[in-house]
Each structure stands twice: as C-alpha cells, then as structure tokens.
Nanobody, 119 residues
Framework: EVQLVESGGGLVQPGGSLTLSCGAS????????MSWVRQAPRKGPEWVAM????????YYVDFVKGRFAISRDNTKNTTYLEMSSLKPEDTAVYYC????????????WGQGTQVIVSS
C-alpha cells in the first residue's frame, strides 16, 4: 500500500527554522508531483507548496514565498520542506501528499507532523 511518513516537526521559536521530511513507499515516487498541506487548529486544510515529479518546478502559497523551500530526492523516495523565518501563524500540522494540490480525492496523505512556532 501507499505510505507517506512525515518527520521533523517540533517546537521552534519565531524566526527559527525547521526542515520536514516525508518518506514515501508503495508507489513509483518519481512519477508523482508532491505537495505539502497544513492544517492549523480550528481551520481547514491549506495548500502550502508543490514540487513537480522531476523536481524542476516548485510552487508556493503567497504567505510562505521566500521563507519555505520544497525539494525532493527521487533516489531516496523523499520530499522535504525547509522552513525558515517561522511565524506563529505557521503553527499547524503539516501533511505530505501526492499530487499538485493534495486536495483531490485520489491524493494520498501522510499522518502529519506538528509544527509549533511559539516563544
């Protein structure tokens, strides 16, 4: 079966940095675009970033542009989200997903990793 496993979340102070990782199995990883979606407390899912299957194209929601960087290593079946200049508003559970948005019915999600940005 398809499995996506996120790691790297935790507590970080405002202005700090974290890198999230997502290991994938059960699919031909190199054939899939990958996305990160987050869900803050009491809010719905918010698409954050997407990387094409080759890794040559990336896209971001406006609020994280210049602060977050999505990348992937197709030899390791892993995608990453590097986050810097973190703000309290970035506090959320971050999910790794397949697909361009992660929000289609056919997209797979991981279990999520929690990021808390607080002093």
């Amino acid at each position: 079966e398809v499995q996506l496993v996120e790691s790297g979340g935790g507590l970080v102070q405002p202005g700090g940095s974290l890198t999230l990782s997502c290991g994938a199995s059960g699919l031909t990883f190199r054939n899939y675009a990958m996305s990160w979606v987050r869900q803050a407390p009491r809010k719905g899912p918010e698409w954050v970033a997407m990387i094409s299957s080759s890794g040559r194209s990336t896209y971001y929601v406006d609020f994280v542009k210049g602060r977050f960087a999505i990348s992937r290593d197709n030899t390791k079946n892993t995608t990453y989200l590097e986050m810097s200049s973190l703000k309290p508003e970035d506090t959320a559970v971050y999910y790794c997903t397949t697909g361009r948005t992660g929000l289609d019915d056919s997209d797979y999600w991981g279990q999520g990793t929690q990021v808390i940005v607080s002093s």
